[in-house]
């Protein structure tokens, strides 16, 4: 196996590192899979035996690498997955923002290792450092490949846009003070609710006037808990009880440059958050319902 990329536009660089620290806050460990066409960092359940990812992040290489040259195990396997520590891989990343180039490698130390060289510029000089990091991985066997693809959810019941994620992020941040948990709840008329209840209060944000995406509805509410609100057709409301917590950690992502952020629901069932930048870098997140 051979891995070699080299980046040298100060955007990419920019926004690489921005996605890698964001990941960094979601998860201690993330296995990173590298193709011909895309790099994809992916999270599981607390990274504890077979589950579906969390976190889906897929990045074009074209894209971000001037350079990109990659040999798998054989033509049938051409992809190459790595297990690595999310936290070595931003803390590595952080001199990024100021570089003249990164060129990324996979080498044999005492261990395997993502190998970064990166090129500074010298603030008292015209010559130019460089800074090398070995950041040890783990090759995940070809027999585990297979805990490591896209989940594949039912269709959601709607899909609709989401307001700023650091107007969202205060919102949520405060509501975590009083409740673990958040109602997210959404219309086919553009409306979204964040919800909590407690012993003493309940609160309720909503944003309106929102891009509706897609709606199969209408949503059958039979043994729902929504509440019946009279100027509103609640076949046309869906919503999902998530931890307020991961909702949270991925609005941290709003440090990535973003043109929209789309939140999907499988009614009572799943939250699908998916955030789409211009470079066609595409993160999913995944948060499993809580249902009483």
Known sequence: MKFRGIMIDAGPMREFTNIVTTISKLSKECVLRLSDDKLYFI?????????????WCEIPQVVFFSEYQMIGIDEEHKDIYLSVI?????KSLVTLKSAKSLKIKLTKKQCPCLT????????????SRQVTHDI??????RKMWSDFHEPKVQTPDISIELPTLKQLRTTIDRMRTMAQEVVIRASAEGKLTLQIKTDMAKVSTR??????????????????ETE???????????????????????????????????????HKKLVILCLYTQENVKLQCFITGIVY
């Open 228 to 266: 019946s609100v009279a100027i509103e057709d609640i076949s046309k409301l869906c919503h999902c009880r998530v931890d307020a917590k991961k909702f949270s950690m991925f609005l941290s992502a709003d440090n990535i440059s973003h043109n929209r952020t789309i939140c999907s629901i499988v």
């Open 136 to 141: 040890p991985v783990v090759v995940v066997p």
């Open 43 to 55: 999270v599981s359940e607390d990274n504890s035996g077979p589950a579906p990812p969390v976190l």
């Open 116 to 127: 970064l060289e990166i090129e500074m510029q010298s603030v008292i000089s015209q010559q």
């Open 207 to 224: 944003f309106k006037d929102l891009r509706v995406e897609a709606f199969e509805g209408p949503i059958d509410h039979s043994d729902s």
């Open 86 to 90: 999310s936290a070595n891989l931003a």
